[in-house]
C-alpha cells in the first residue's frame, strides 16, 4: 500500500486556490471602486459621443433602443420603468427639455453622498454620469443627457456595462411630434 503524503494534497489544494483567484481577478471580482467608476465614465462618454443611436421601441410619447434582455414594466407620463433580470431601472423624460440641457445635471449635483460626477459636453448635446455609494458593493448610477435621465442600483462589477446600456437607451430617446405641442 502506497504511504499518504499530505504535502502532495496540500500543493494541489493550494494549486486549485490559486488558479481560482487569478480566475477571479481576471473576470473582475477584485475591481476597486475607483477603477469601476473610471471604467463606466469611459463607457458612458464613448456611447456619448457616438452618432445618433437607432431605436427599437414605440411608445405613446418617445421611441427609443432597449437592449434585448430588458423590458417594460410600466409606461407612465415622462416615466418608464424597465427591468432586466431582477434589476430595475427608472427612465424619466422631459419633452420640453433640448439635448443640450444641463437642469438635470444641476439638480444631480445637489445629491448627498455623490462618490462621482462627471458632465460630457459637445455643440449637440450634454451629458452626465453620476454615482452614489449605497452600501458596500451596491451603488445608485444615474446616467442624463439634456431632458432624459435614466436611475439604476449597480453593483461594481455591472457598472460599466450598465452605464454604456443606459446611456445607449437615454442617448435613443426620440420624442414623438405630439409629444411636445
Not at 109 to 123: T, V
Amino acid at each position: 500500500m502506497k504511504e499518504f503524503r499530505p504535502k502532495w494534497l496540500l500543493l494541489g489544494l493550494l494549486g486549485i486556490g490559486v488558479i481560482i483567484l487569478i480566475l477571479m481577478a481576471v473576470f473582475g471580482f477584485f475591481i476597486s471602486e475607483e477603477k469601476a467608476v473610471k471604467n463606466a465614465t469611459s463607457s458612458a462618454e464613448k456611447v456619448f459621443e457616438e452618432e445618433d443611436i437607432s431605436t427599437n421601441h414605440e411608445l405613446e410619447d418617445i421611441s427609443l433602443y432597449l437592449p434585448e434582455r430588458m423590458k417594460i414594466l410600466s409606461n407612465e407620463a415622462n416615466n418608464v420603468l424597465l427591468q432586466e433580470d431582477e434589476q430595475k431601472y427608472i427612465l424619466f423624460y422631459n419633452t420640453f427639455e433640448k439635448p443640450t440641457n444641463d437642469t438635470f445635471y444641476t439638480s444631480a449635483k445637489q445629491a448627498k453622498d455623490i462618490l462621482h460626477i462627471a458632465s460630457f459636453e459637445n455643440e449637440e448635446r450634454f451629458g452626465y454620469i453620476r454615482v452614489i455609494s449605497i452600501e458596500e458593493d451596491m451603488f445608485e448610477l444615474q446616467i442624463g443627457v439634456g431632458g432624459v435621465k435614466m436611475t439604476t442600483e449597480t453593483t461594481k462589477r455591472a457598472m460599466e456595462e450598465d452605464a454604456r446600456n443606459m446611456m445607449k437607451i437615454v442617448r435613443s430617446i426620440g420624442f414623438t411630434s405630439s409629444s411636445n405641442e
